[in-house]
């Protein structure tokens, strides 16, 4: 099975700051990888998919990038609607995994 | 629009099999390419997926749940059914059902999602 270790698994950060998360798959995924957002009690929502393609309605202020091994989540901006839990997903092999999750919180 | 909702029991005993439906519209689960999967979340923790049937009838497995799953589908009713049997408390999350399929050259792993449904696994 691909591990997907996803970090940091919490941060708190302000509105404006840039950030930045990270997940390293325990062997070679290509490009297959997927972010996705979840607020409290709601179902997760995909913001990009192939690593660095944003999802169509998702805000600019979301990148994706890396491939292979390592892969990056970026808000360049955060805005008080960011402040969510994002998880990754593989799906280069079976079974899919998603890392661990991050949770973003207001500073 | 392109919707999936997810439903059964919110409570079930230990050891008893637990069934769930995922009934869909805006698309068919008889369109190559698409597939519809399983996947549950504890409370406060992390996303885990458990399985993934396809448009041809193939089905992929969690292999730490294998044993347990059975995934089906019905097109005529535009469900998918998932079976876990031998329930144990340590199942109790929420169950969400989202979409597999292609759209051009894109893969488009599990966007959308149902809203999820939470089982809650005790005596």
């Known amino acids: 099975d691909i591990q997907m270790t996803q970090s940091p698994s919490a941060m708190s950060a302000s509105v404006g700051d840039r950030v930045t998360i990270t997940c390293r798959a325990s062997?070679?995924?290509?490009?297959?990888l997927a972010w996705f957002q979840q607020k409290p009690g709601k179902a997760p929502e995909r913001l990009i998919y192939?690593?660095?393609s944003l999802q169509s309605g998702v805000p600019s202020r979301f990148s994706g990038s890396g491939s292979g091994t390592e892969f990056t989540l970026t808000i360049s901006s955060l805005q008080p609607e960011d402040f969510a839990t994002y998880y990754c997903?593989?799906?280069?092999?079976?079974?899919?995994?998603f890392g661990g999750g991050t949770k973003v919180e207001i500073k | 629009q392109i919707t999936l909702k997810e439903s059964g029991p919110t409570l079930v005993k230990p050891t008893q099999t637990l069934t769930l439906t995922c009934t869909f519209s805006g698309f068919s689960l008889s369109t190559s390419g698409v597939g519809v999967g399983w996947i549950r979340q504890p409370p406060g923790k992390a996303l885990e997926w458990l399985a993934l049937i396809y448009w041809n009838d193939d089905k992929r497995y969690s292999p730490s749940l294998k044993s347990r799953l059975t995934i089906t589908k019905d097109t005529s009713k535009n469900q998918v059914v998932l079976t876990m049997t031998n329930m144990d408390p340590v199942d109790t999350a929420t169950y969400y059902c989202?979409?597999?399929?292609?759209?051009?050259?894109?893969?488009?792993?599990?966007?959308?999602w149902g809203q999820g449904t939470l089982v809650t696994v005790s005596s």
């Open positions: 192939a690593a660095s």
């Open positions: 997903l593989q799906h280069n092999s079976y079974p899919l995994t």
């Open positions: 062997q070679g995924i290509n490009n297959y």
């Open positions: 989202a979409l597999r399929a292609i759209f051009g050259a894109v893969t488009n792993w599990f966007d959308p």
